[in-house]
């Protein structure tokens, strides 16, 4: 059993192993390509933003489809790779972009002059800008990989259930098997062998690159803006004087493609983004007949998604959707109740805070599905434990977003204000409120949105939960039921609807919510930046 | 020329912080300074000797490595009301109004009502000369009415010793000027709080124009070079010649 064990932690790594690679690499060519040129920048920008709302998971199904269909030894191995790549490489291109666009002006002006090579210029500019933000950023794609792990190994489409090799995948099997000590030892194994890789590759490379974190690329005034608030001030900064000067740009609009003029000249952006969203709708009913193989036509296949439509009732998936929401709130608003005295503790107890972290990191980078099954046992009887379990195993997913932006607004709290708080003998609640709460604000609100994607993404395992035969589902509708059980059927029109609905609620909530939500913060806050 | 009585000792303070490699650096060594009672006390040094961290360890804010801080006799061990520090970039609440961020100094005070809290924090409004900005917000206010918003929230809660660092740094001359103004009838002023005060500054000319000693630091660990007793009368005649020769003496002992 053991040999069988670390066999299968091994493929698993290697599977994680490569789509890091590519998740890294791609982030690299097109986070920096982005952060560097205006014209990237704003295609690629809105389109990373569109795509990394897409639930991952929804998508995956008709991923597996495509690709079983395409390539038909390696397939499922290939689909499994592109389900992990899907969870691993946004945060890592965002914070890339973000590194790049740091770069002061006057530093490439100066490489310009000097005609440094361009290897030079990556070695000596580009790799020292994102390198820091990236090494930041692996543990949470990691921790995100290991989140989707059993998902990426057991694809099941249709009544048919493929598993490739991997330790997902086996302690599933055990699991029917009712192996418990398998199980324990699958666990086992799969966390010290995240414990190793923790201690032998992560934390070194994070040491490497404080190397390159104090360098003059950026003056120690300018902290390093989350990375969401970074994206979007940055869309914001991009098209405020775009709208004034559209003339001058006129000319040079016509050059660049359809959505980019759309993009810059004729729409505010909250229509923009619609607009994209049916754009990439299109797209999609463009690809569907590849998708679809059963249908040689575009039109034939909106049919086919809009039958579904009918079929399902739009009442009922908007039905699903409102549940789903409410889920989505109720999770964050606990989300934020356990963190914020957690945080303030950590952050006022040095001492507890430098034995808690390395702690938490390498708790964060458990798979907290593998403890899914417990959950599912454990909640079980009744509605009421029902919701709660799959409030909880959402909250397995995105907790650590929280945790984490909240934990950094607490500490970029200057000292000053803090011997503030010391000399006018400030209670605890009155530091938390006058003080640490309106500094994290912003931050925190960043990490909202981000477990916001995170949750709604989980939502597919978490309303409903089949695992050896036994489902735990909530009794009231939900989206990621209704996917689910979606998948299951194969019934991929409606699989397709109900992931484009998604997307687009996830997209309104994102602006109409979560974006006005930090405007009013910053504006209530009057921070300005 | 020490007072007969002290309001404040440091002594044989040491100060300094941990490096990576496990060593420390020293910052301050071995240092003595008495603040006498009623004393203004100008303290100058080059950058980074360790001013900031002197006013600091006096405010009880940092803890030294060893040495003792003596304040009324007794040794201080953590913050209180009785001493004020007003920082080199003072840390004004961005989201509370100028009489909100002067309130806070009284927020947790018990043994003023309500009501006095609110008068006080007005009155000292009044007195840097902010009357009308009350319910401004910070970024609304330039540099210098910033400064005097933490001298007011600094006074309200009636200090014994009054720590300024670097009070006319990030100002242009002329509301320095104004500035020094300000402290100079709020010392003169015998029935405002503080008795006594230290103040850091860059500023030499402002600094000989206030003080009655001045001390001047340097050196890595930082130590006392010299004292300079300015015993001119006030108010001070920027332009007599005796001001002239201390402003340069003390401007050599520096550089
Ligand atoms: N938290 C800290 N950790 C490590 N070193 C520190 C810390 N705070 C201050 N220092 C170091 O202590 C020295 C003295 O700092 P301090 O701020 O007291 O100097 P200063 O005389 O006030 O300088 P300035 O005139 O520029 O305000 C500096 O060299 C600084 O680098
Ligand atoms: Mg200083």
Redesign the interface.
């Known amino acids: 059993m053991l040999g069988e064990i670390i066999a299968a932690v091994t493929l698993s790594w290697a599977r994680i192993t490569v789509a890091l690679a590519i998740s890294a690499l791609a982030a690299v060519i097109i986070g920096i390509y982005s952060g560097i040129s205006r014209r990237v920048d704003r295609v690629v920008i809105p389109v990373l933003d569109i795509l990394q709302s897409v639930p991952i998971l929804g998508f995956f199904p008709v991923a597996v489809y495509y690709l079983a269909n395409a390539v038909p030894l390696l397939g499922y191995e290939l689909a499994s790779i592109f389900l992990i790549f899907t969870c691993t490489f946004w945060n890592l291109a965002f914070s890339v972009y973000e590194g790049a666009r740091s770069i002061p002006q006057s530093l490439v002006e100066v490489a310009e002059l000097s005609k440094l090579s361009m290897r030079d210029k990556l070695r000596k500019i580009y790799i020292p800008a994102i390198f820091p933000g990236l090494v930041d950023q692996l543990p949470a794609s990691l921790a995100n990989a290991f989140y989707f792990l059993a998902a990426s190994e057991v694809i099941t489409l249709g009544g048919a259930q493929v598993n490739v090799l991997g330790i997902g995948a086996l302690i599933l099997k055990y699991q029917e098997a009712g192996n418990y000590a398998g199980i324990a030892l699958g666990l086992v194994t799969v966390a010290l062998s995240i414990v190793a890789v923790y201690l032998l590759v992560l934390l070194p490379l994070i040491a490497y690159s404080d190397k390159y974190r104090f360098d003059i690329i950026q003056p120690p005034e300018v902290q390093r803006t989350p990375l969401i608030i970074g994206v979007y001030t940055r869309i914001k900064s991009i098209h405020a004087p775009l709208g004034v000067k559209s003339k001058r740009l006129a000319g040079l609009a016509h050059r660049i493609n359809l959505i980019q003029m759309v993009n810059t000249r004729y729409m505010r952006s909250d229509i923009r983004r619609l607009l994209f969203v049916i754009v990439m709708i299109g797209l999609l009913i463009f690809l569907g007949p590849r998708i679809y193989a059963s249908i040689d036509d575009a039109w034939a296949a909106v049919v086919v998604v809009a039958e579904a439509g009918l079929r399902l009732g739009l009442i009922s998936v908007g039905e699903a959707l409102a549940y789903s929401f409410l889920r989505v709130l109720v999770c964050l608003a606990l989300m934020t109740a356990l963190t914020l005295p957690l945080v303030f503790i950590i952050t006022e107890k040095p001492h507890i805070k430098s034995a808690l972290l390395p702690a938490f990191q390498i708790v964060a980078a458990l798979p907290s599905p593998l403890i899914f099954p417990l959950i599912s046992r454990l909640f079980e009887a009744g509605a009421l434990p029902r919701e709660f379990g799959a409030i909880l195993l959402m909250a397995l997913g995105s907790f650590w977003y929280v945790f984490y932006s909240a934990l950094g607004g607490f500490s970029h709290v200057h000292t000053e204000y803090l011997e503030l708080a010391k000399m006018y003998n400030l209670s605890s609640f009155k530091r938390l409120r006058y003080i640490y709460l309106p500094f994290a604000t912003p931050s925190l609100v960043t990490g909202l949105i981000t477990a916001s994607g995170g949750a709604w993404n989980t939502l597919i395992i978490a309303e409903r939960l089949g695992q050896g035969g036994r489902i735990f589902e909530v009794y009231s509708p939900g989206l990621g039921k209704l996917m689910s059980t979606l998948a299951e059927l194969a019934d991929i029109p409606a699989l397709v609807l109900t992931v484009i609905a998604m997307t687009i609620v996830v997209l309104l909530v994102n602006r109409l919510l979560w974006r006005s939500l930090y405007d009013y913060s910053i504006r209530a806050l009057r921070i300005h930046e | 020329m020490s007072s007969p009585e002290t309001l404040l000792e440091l002594r044989n303070v040491t100060h300094g912080y941990h490096m990576r490699a496990g060593a420390t650096l020293k910052i301050i060594e071995n240092l003595n300074i008495q603040v006498g009672y009623g004393e203004f006390l100008g303290i100058v040094g080059p950058s980074g000797c360790g001013k900031s961290t002197i006013l600091?360890i006096m405010?009880g804010?940092i803890k030294p490595l060893s040495g003792t801080v003596i304040f009324r006799g007794e040794v201080l061990t953590?913050?209180t009301?009785r001493i004020?520090?007003m920082?080199q970039?003072?840390?004004l609440?961005?989201?509370?109004t100028v009489g909100e961020n002067v309130y806070?100094?009284?927020?947790?005070?018990s043994d003023l009502t309500e009501e006095e809290k609110r008068l006080k924090a007005s009155q000292l409004i009044e007195l840097v000369d902010l009357a009308g900005y009350e319910s401004a917000?910070?970024?609304e206010l330039s540099g210098g009415m910033k400064q005097r918003v933490a001298l007011a929230r600094a006074l309200v809660?009636d200090p014994d010793l009054l720590l300024l660092d670097e009070p006319f740094s990030n100002l242009d001359p002329l509301t320095s000027l104004s500035l020094s103004r300000e402290i100079e009838y709020m010392w003169l002023e015998s029935t405002l709080p503080p008795i006594s005060v230290v103040m850091v500054s860059h500023n030499i000319e402002e600094v000989v124009m206030l003080s009655d000693r001045i001390i001047v630091l340097g050196g890595r660990p930082a130590r006392i070079l010299a004292e300079v007793p300015i015993e001119m009368g006030r108010p001070r005649n920027k332009k007599s010649e005796e001001f002239y020769r201390l402003v340069d003496e003390v401007f050599s002992l520096i550089s």
């Open positions: 600091r405010a804010l953590g913050t009301p004020s520090l920082h970039t003072p840390p609440l961005p989201w509370l806070l100094a009284l927020i947790s005070r917000y910070p970024h809660t």
